[in-house]
């Protein structure tokens, strides 16, 4: 049976109950031994990987925003509701900016498990309608920090927390990632660029990798004044916050030393992006015919930079991940022609 296990106390139990953080030290939990596959499920992975019009036969795009909600937070959310049903859980609550609410609230409408979902204010018009169509409760809260302490809160009234940036379900859901490159392309890449918030996809294809022959380098790609792991491996940035990267706003990862771990021993680096960066990526995107949000948009302005500062090497194999979809997002056009 898998367990959960905590690195850094010991702890160690069975997932007979739901824990989302480490009942003896507070620390992240992980889980090993055999994981079913997920029983509640919307059709989510498997999603194409493809060479885009203008980037050359190198450079391979892995299309997570065509997953069921439009994001790869389905490849967790299936996997953490999962469990939550099968443990009997009839209530959930959730913290995010929106795709994680997004692809928690369709996954409990199909688990048939009521869901709350707090979200930052300003979240896009777009994804919060979403969050309520498909019947989630929404609670606003004043930004990305007090949105996990509100939903907390719901939690001590009987509600299960999701907490995806802390959930071992949900991590390890993200890892069926790799193998699916790996299967896609033949081979694992020589380097993986993607946008990193909480760290769950960068997370994901690191352990997943794990598995693979080889780890290919991860490049993690955060926005602006959102930057907390540039900030641990290359010192404190100061920049102005972006207002592009609305999916990127998480200050304080609870994975941050994973996330590290996983950049620096994989060969692979932190890069940094602004608003300008990101906007001109995005409009190559769309020219491509590649429909995703502006976060999404971050992957590509960072390998932009790696391109220009010749840390890719001519006919490696590089991987983009596309992490959200653009159909969320009406106000992507205007963005584009303002
Ligand atoms: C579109 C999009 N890209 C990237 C990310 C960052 O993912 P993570 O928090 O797993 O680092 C998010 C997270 O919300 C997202 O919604
Ligand atoms: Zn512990």
Redesign the pocket.
Known sequence: MAKYVCKKCGFKTDTDKWLWKCPSCGGVLEITGKVEQPKITLGEGNTPLINLFGFGGDVYFKL??LNPTG???DR?SAMAISQAQKLGIGCIVED?????GISVAAYAAAAGIWATVVVPKGCAPGKRHLIEALGAEIIEADDREAAGNRARERETQGCAYIG??WNPWFIKG?ESIASEINSQLGKVPDAII???????????LYNGFKKEKKMPRLY?VQASGFSPLYDAVHGKSESRPSKLAD??Q?LN?PRLEE?KEAVLKSGGDVLLVNDEEILTALAKLLKAGAI??P??A??LAGYMQLSNSGKIKHGEKIVI?L???GLKYPEIVSLISS
């Open positions: 997570e925003y994001s790869f937070k967790g995010s900016s929106g795709n994680a995806h940036m993200m993607t946008p990193v918030s909480s760290g769950t996809l960068l997370l994901g993690a999916a990127l998480v990862p996330m995703v949000e976060s999404s971050s992957a991940i992490t959200g979809s």
